[in-house]
């Protein structure tokens, strides 16, 4: 069990042999001004896990659809200052999280970086530094709190390329996901709580209080092809979150009803659901007070800042609902980061078998469906070698 209260479990690193410890925080990035915007869509579609036609076929259709997206991103973007606030955020955790561990790892010398899979600092860039700084053991923890290929594997798979060509040799650990984190579920079911204070003191008597907790969509294809275990964990975190919120406030759990749903849906295929704007619209025909959890972010970006913050507002007071709250995202919350530090200290200590299907080996990346329901749930224990 983490102490959460002193960032997980101390470990005298040094008697481990490592001396100098890299972590490096992956996440989507997103464009810092509005020049960026068609690049960095670009980048997002040329991903084969994004888009897995041949390279060739894949490079058109990229140039394509970021030409034709671009002007509407560049408006949402516009409400937000015309940029991403993503990489600042981002940054801010890295240093929160370099603190902890810095305080539990005395001995060491940790330092913490920071790579983007579609914009700056790209895995190259963030790789060159880490190959200055010479680190005895590199540990790679993604903000993607649930596994998928479209997230976690493309930023190992790009990081491993990238490693390789500037032959850093340094033992490197990989942690999958971490779905139901002490930590993180610790952070979101304070903010919850929070969240339910205000809706249950703003309301009139006898208004129902529902929580959506809102994830990134995925094409349902994409989730049948890959096995992909991002469903079941995101489900899996969510009822964590409100098992946590119950013991920290007794009896809240019982002030709410609550579902998961999934936002950011474009295209003609069809997506996992159900739909967040859908489910905003049902919650206004029974006349509730919504509070929306986005627990599949940890900082705030677009998805948060406009989507859920104005356009699915708007689509609230239209629809009906009451009282809209959103919960912010965990970002440098003392557990999050806690919990973080946790998982780092835990993957320095990990001895997994690195064969495939061995021991912790491999798990959260399944070769088909099966496997993947099987270790959906492993995978805050899970560390690829």
């Given at each position: ?133 010479a680190p005895d053991k590199i540990i ?222 491999n798990r959260c990346q399944p070769k ?18």
């Open positions: 069990m983490l102490n959460l209260k002193q960032g997980g479990p101390k470990q005298d690193a040094k008697k481990q042999g490592v001396q100098k410890l890299a972590v490096v925080l992956f996440n989507l990035g997103g464009p810092d001004s509005p020049d960026a915007v068609k690049p960095f869509l670009f980048n997002l579609f040329n991903d084969k896990a994004i888009i897995s036609a041949p390279a060739p076929i894949r490079w058109l259709l990229a140039k394509w659809i970021s030409f034709k997206r671009a002007p509407v991103a560049k408006k949402i973007y516009a409400e937000i200052g015309g940029r991403s606030p993503i990489l600042e955020l981002t940054k801010a955790q890295a240093q929160a999280l370099e603190g902890v561990l810095k305080t539990n790892m005395a001995e060491t010398e940790a330092q913490v970086f920071v790579s983007m899979r579609y914009w700056h600092p790209f895995a190259s860039e963030t790789a060159g530094a880490v190959k200055s700084f790679l923890l993604p903000l993607y709190p649930q596994y998928s290929t479209t997230t976690t594997r493309s930023s190992f798979d790009e990081w491993k390329m990238v490693a390789k060509k500037l032959g850093i040799t340094a033992e490197t650990k990989s942690i999958c996901c971490w779905p139901t984190d002490p930590g993180f579920i610790a952070a979101e079911a304070k903010l919850l709580n929070e969240a339910v204070a205000v809706a249950t003191t703003t309301i009139t008597s006898g208004t129902p209080v529902e929580v959506l907790f809102s994830a990134h969509g995925l094409p349902k294809r994409t989730v049948e092809r890959t096995g992909d275990p991002y469903p079941e964990q995101v489900v899996a975190g969510a009822k964590a979150i409100v098992s946590a919120a119950d013991k920290l406030a007794p009896g809240n759990a019982g002030k709410f009803s609550w579902k998961v749903s999934y936002q950011s849906r474009v295209g003609p295929l069809e997506w996992i659901g159900p739909d967040t704007e859908d489910e905003i619209r049902r919650a206004g025909k029974r006349k509730a007070a919504l509070i929306i959890v986005p627990l599949a972010f940890v900082s705030e970006h677009s998805e948060t800042l406009v989507e859920l913050d104005i356009e699915y507002k708007a689509v609230a007071k239209k629809a009906g609902v009451k009282n809209y709250i959103r919960v912010p995202a965990v970002g440098t919350h003392p557990d999050f980061i806690n919990g973080l530090a946790g998982l780092v200290s835990s993957a320095l200590s990990a001895d997994c078998d690195p064969s495939p299907g061995a021991g912790c080996a088909d469906k099966s496997e993947a329901q099987s270790e959906a749930m492993a995978c805050p224990a899970a560390v690829v070698e």
